[in-house]
């Protein structure tokens, strides 16, 4: 089973679940092109990032920053390090069953 990082932690933010945000701390990539494109669409220091919708088959990813809904390859999210600012809530406890996670 996958890691489920707390609230403090710096993780990567393709590792995030739904329902998790997490806060950018910095992001590290080779292609000029795609961090040029990353900055214009709002992914800068500081700036909260939600965990939307995963994909089916794992990718893309649909995030949430600055109002609106992006989605990402998981790829690309592989390179972005992010500080954890909501915990993970599993479905089972949001209907009011227990969860063995």
Not at 43 to 59: A, E, F, H, R
Not at 81 to 99: A, H, M, N, P, W
């Amino acid at each position: 089973m996958d890691k489920i990082y707390k609230i403090g932690d710096t993780c990567k933010l393709s590792e995030l679940k739904v329902g998790q945000a997490g806060k950018l701390i910095s992001f590290s990539n080779d292609n000029k092109a795609l961090r040029r494109r990353l900055l214009d669409m709002g992914l800068t220091k500081g700036v909260i990032i939600d965990i939307k919708m995963i994909s089916p088959l794992g990718d893309p990813i649909s995030i949430g920053l600055r109002g609106y809904q992006l989605c990402m390859r998981k790829e690309d999210m592989e390179n972005i390090l992010v500080t954890v600012q909501k915990d993970y809530v599993s479905e089972k406890i949001k209907k009011g069953g227990k969860s063995h996670d």
